[in-house]
């Protein structure tokens, strides 16, 4: 593979408070800690010495929770030993259970992780930074995971949902599998593939082991640990934050100032915080906790009420059955982590941009944010095209039409624009303009108004030229519109379509380290892999 870079803003395809963000914008100062570069990430190691983080509950839990493995990687268990050591940190990404990954960023943010931990290591020698993967295994969206693209083919775990994805049984999924296992084609790359996702969902018990196990296959040589924060030893760690913020809703009223801010400031903002910003586990259900008219606590739709003492006690004594919402999942995270920087998504970086706040009311460290890489993979065959059309990667991301209207004036027989005759029109109109204000200055405007329409009128005639000249050149407007839809399906990113299922049957374990190779993190490009 080879790489080109272009910049964030050039893609149309990302939030104006990310390219904000990416631009280190003033206005976001107060919503941010330290910067993503080697300055920022030497302060907050310097800050991160004096945390409070348990090393020897992370380690054991971790231990624990990869104590099924007959083959961990080496480099896996001696990360995990490491985090027992002052000097060392870890970068962190999470995401959903996607099956079989899911699309395609899913991938790019774990080698984003992971190749910002080997260039932390080079600048800092004397430090250990280990890349962790988060599982959302609380997370009971079912629907978001449940499927993926490959060849254009949707495949689909069709189940009723229950409760947290990561208690999910995986027996159901083995025709889902057998499906993923036909599109990858017959050759050794699609053997092997074909062997992990089987290994990982019909051996496994449950949703979140059998994710821990493909994503080890895949990155486990590279050092990456898997965490599942649905644990009682780490909810245990988590019970005094949990307990002050149902009773005093301090995430609520924090979040609340920081988004009002954010949106006075002219940013978009990602998510909304609630009174209580907690649900209640249990291995039929993840609901809501809210506060009734009288004081109680009542876990909606379940006929379940704790008043405030029942409350407190039930947290102390069944802190796993808590499970912080999209607010406060942040916050437990840099609590049990010795945490430097979180790598996420363009949403995910904005709505963390809400939460600096509520750290600082909880003394917790906020971390430095860095927007993941985010790639398009094209082939040699798409390749050949681009370069037949005297197109660029970097022009793809323009509209289609604008592509095709280009393409027939550049190539046209035909001159297909009327700006010479135009310019004989305007001399033409100036001079009755002219006339009109002599006779009477009221009748300037309605000379002005019928030069108007007329351009108007004229420019319609220039896209009719155009299109009538489209269909000298039918084959190359074609050949546009497949080249668009493979890198933008349905008119988005290909990284937020497609599964990377194929790609890894043409490159095999290259394409990991081909996105380790060409990824660069605290650049913050685009990158195109051709």
């Known amino acids: 593979m080879k790489a080109s870079y272009i910049n964030y803003s050039d893609t149309n395809s990302f939030s104006e408070t990310l390219l904000a963000y990416i631009a280190q914008d003033k206005k976001l100062t107060s919503f941010l800690g330290n910067s993503p570069d080697i300055a920022g990430f030497e302060k907050q190691i310097n800050q991160k ?5 348990n090393r020897k509950v992370l380690v054991n839990t971790l231990r624990d929770q990869y104590s099924a493995f007959h083959n961990l990687p080496l480099e896996v268990k001696n990360n995990i030993n490491l985090l027992e ?5 870890t970068i962190t ?3 959903q259970l996607n099956i079989f990954t899911g699309p395609l960023y899913f991938i790019f943010k774990i080698v984003s992780t992971i190749k910002l931990c080997k260039q932390l290591k080079e600048k800092f020698p004397d430090y250990h930074f280990v890349p962790i993967y988060w599982m959302a295994t609380e997370d009971h969206d079912f629907a978001e995971i449940n499927h993926t693209q490959l060849q254009g083919e949707l495949i689909k775990w069709d189940i009723p949902a229950q409760a947290a994805t990561g208690r999910m049984e995986t027996l159901s999924m083995a025709r889902t599998v057998k499906k993923y296992q036909k599109l990858l084609g017959l050759s050794h790359n699609s053997d092997k593939l074909a062997r992990l996702v089987e290994e990982a969902y019909l051996q496994h018990t449950n949703l979140a082991d059998a994710t821990r196990y493909l994503v080890n296959g895949l990155f486990g040589k590279h050092g990456l640990v898997v965490m599942d924060a649905d644990h009682r030893d780490l909810k245990t760690l988590f019970a005094p934050y949990i307990k002050e913020d149902i009773l005093e809703q301090r995430s609520y009223h924090n979040i609340t100032h920081t988004t009002e801010a954010l949106e006075k400031a002219g940013f978009e903002t990602q998510v909304h915080a609630r009174e209580i910003n907690f649900f209640y586990l249990t291995e039929e259900y993840r609901e809501r906790i809210v506060q009734t008219t009288s004081g109680d606590f009542e876990v909606l739709h379940h006929n379940l009420f704790f008043s405030e003492e029942e409350l407190v006690k039930e947290i102390e004594n069944h802190p796993e059955r808590f499970s912080p919402n999209v607010v ?10 010795p945490n430097l920087c979180y790598i996420g998504g363009g949403a995910e970086i904005v709505y963390w941009l809400q939460l600096k706040s509520n750290f600082d009311h909880y003394k917790v460290d906020f971390p430095i944010l860095l927007p993941r890489n985010s790639a398009i993979v094209s082939n040699e065959h798409l390749d050949y ?4 059309l005297n197109l660029t990667f970097k022009s793809l991301f323009r509209d289609a039409n604008e592509l095709k209207r280009e393409y027939v004036r550049i190539h046209s027989k035909h001159r297909l624009n009327l700006n010479d005759e135009w310019l004989e029109m305007e001399a033409i109109f100036e001079r009755i303009k002219e006339r009109a204000t002599k006779i009477d200055p009221t009748l300037r405007p309605s000379a002005e108004a019928i030069k108007t329409r007329l351009c108007k009128a004229i420019n319609n005639l220039e896209k009719k030229f ?3 000249d489209k269909l000298n050149f039918e084959d190359a407007v074609s050949q546009i519109d497949k080249i668009k839809e493979k890198f933008f399906p349905n008119g988005g990113l290909q990284e937020r379509v497609e599964n990377f299922g194929l790609l890894y049957v043409k490159y095999g374990d290259e394409l990991i380290n081909d996105l380790l190779k060409f990824f660069n993190p605290l650049d913050m490009k685009f990158t195109i892999l051709y």
Do not use: C, D, S
């Open 466 to 468: 155009v299109k009538a």
């Open 93 to 95: 990404t999470g995401h």
């Open 328 to 337: 406060m999942r942040p916050l437990y995270q840099e609590v049990v982590l």
């Open 49 to 53: 010495k004096a945390n409070r983080t």
């Open 85 to 89: 050591e002052a000097n060392t940190f």
């Open 385 to 388: 095209k681009i370069f037949r």
